[in-house]
């Protein structure tokens, strides 16, 4: 364990030197002893991580010294030892910022002891917690959890940025499994706010009833089951980030609250009275056009604006060209780490069967294909065989029989057709031919 530096200021000689006897009989403790105020000031760039003074000091008052030391440094923990047991006076100084106060009778040493235990153990963890959230910077920096290098994902890059310089509300778009908390995560944990509470709720995963409840916290009584105050999702993600994933599926009833807590910073449980301010970065994601939502009256426009800020769409994996590829690589020596083994290499026929792939799912079922194939392969390569695809919607398995050139032509003018409303002079400009074949092939049963 590091060395812990502990100032003693005592004009009290005997007395000094048996509180440094006494704390001297940890190894660790390094103890440096002081007769005034005036000498504990002039050596306070040494930089102690603990501070025991004497309250009745010749040169300075302790209410006046303690107040100096808090000007200066108001996170270093101070234990006052004084002769005086007046309740006011203990109770003045621990308002002022005084971490203990020890009376000089029989129990003082024993009491001092403890007490500077006890503000070791709690320094020590609160730098494990501010080191803990450097590393978990670290863990959402872009390199480490945004992987890819397409042109399609670059530009979400110069996007995020711009969100992490600022405080703007982020809304994301994407299709479902484009990584839309991923991203939230690597604008908070890059941000001023990072060492505050990252708190993320899927609108679509609580039912109606409870939302209100879940976000804005409720008092005791407030409906039955409500046996105690609870505090709601804005009041956890004080000074920090909240994340409404499905931000499309909040009822309309409750938008109307929403925006009120938007604009205003402040919150009121559900059964209070009471207005509460919050300070919170609003990162807000769904996967539908919100901007129809709003034209069909399924949405409110005054929330729209209110949370759109920063708009940040999210390619989908098909449009990511040799991404697909990277990530794959990347979710093989994942698997291969956690389940402690050799890292499998891709064949030439899996890669081309990822490429050709259209990937609904997007990146979340790439990490579900790749990490079945790591169980279905040989252990030491994997084949195309080994790769298993489900079509999102009827779970039919994209079987891994090889198809003609032809073929592939018709599934991707088929799926060109349904994208597009089969709309076929807009199919045809799209994928650079003739509308005549697109109509021939529908003719002759090639496309069904």
């Known amino acids: 364990m590091a060395v812990f530096r502990i100032f003693i200021v005592e004009d009290d000689p ?11 009989l940890n190894p ?23 501070i025991c003074m004497d309250y009745g000091l010749p040169d300075i008052a302790g209410d006046k010294l303690l107040l100096e030391l808090k000007s200066r440094n108001k996170q270093i923990p101070v234990i006052v030892i004084s002769g005086q047991e007046e309740i006011n006076v203990a109770v003045d100084l621990l308002k002022a910022g005084a971490k203990d106060y ?24 609160r730098q494990e ?8 910077g670290q863990k959402f920096s872009f390199e480490n959890t945004i992987i890819g290098q397409s042109d399609a994902l670059q530009k979400t890059f110069s996007l995020l940025k711009k969100a992490i310089n600022n405080n703007i509300n982020v809304s994301i778009t994407g299709e479902t499994g484009t990584g839309k908390e991923v991203y939230a995560k690597a604008i908070h944990f890059n941000s001023e706010r990072k060492k505050k509470p990252f708190v993320a709720v899927n609108m679509g995963a609580i039912p109606k009833e409870l939302v209100e409840s879940e976000l804005f916290g409720h008092e005791k009584g407030a409906f039955t089951g409500a046996v105690g105050a609870r505090m709601g999702k804005f009041e956890e993600a004080q000074g920090g980030t909240l994340f409404l994933d499905e931000i499309g599926e909040l009822d309309l009833s409750l938008q109307s609250k929403l925006l009120r807590v938007v604009q205003e910073r402040e919150i009121i449980r559900v059964g209070g009275n009471k207005a509460i301010k919050v300070d919170i970065r609003l990162i807000t994601a769904t996967h539908k056009n919100l901007t129809e939502e709003v034209k069909q009256g399924k949405f409110r426009e005054d929330l729209f604006f209110r949370i759109v800020g920063l708009p940040i769409e999210l390619p989908p994996l098909r449009d990511r060209g040799n991404d697909v590829i990277i990530l794959a690589k ?42 079945l194939a790591c169980v279905m392969s ?52 799209k994928l650079d031919i003739g509308k005549s074949k697109i109509y021939n092939m529908l003719k002759s049963g090639e496309i069904k």
């Open 330 to 371: 990347y979710f093989i020596e994942e698997f291969a780490k956690n389940n402690k083994t050799k890292a499998l290499t891709l064949q030439e026929s899996a890669k081309s069967r990822l490429q050709k792939y259209n990937w609904p799912g997007n990146v979340r079922e790439l990490k579900a294909v790749i990490d």
């Open 129 to 136: 917690v501010e080191e803990l959230k450097v590393q978990l």
């Open 28 to 50: 660790d403790y390094d103890l440096e002893l002081f007769t005034s105020g005036k000498d504990l000031v002039n050596n306070l760039y040494k930089a102690p991580d603990l």
């Open 102 to 125: 020890i009376i000089k009778d029989d129990h003082a040493k024993e009491h001092l002891w403890k007490s500077v235990i006890n503000i070791r153990e709690t320094l020590s963890l």
């Open 378 to 429: 040989d252990g030491k390569i994997i084949k195309a065989e080994d790769l298993t695809f489900y079509e999102i919607g009827d779970h039919r398995p994209y079987t891994s029989d090889e198809k003609t050139l032809k073929e592939y032509e018709a599934e991707i003018i088929l799926n060109y057709l349904k994208k597009y409303n089969q709309n076929v002079v807009e199919v045809a400009n």
């Open 14 to 24: 005997w007395y000094g030197q048996v509180l440094m006897h006494h704390l001297g």
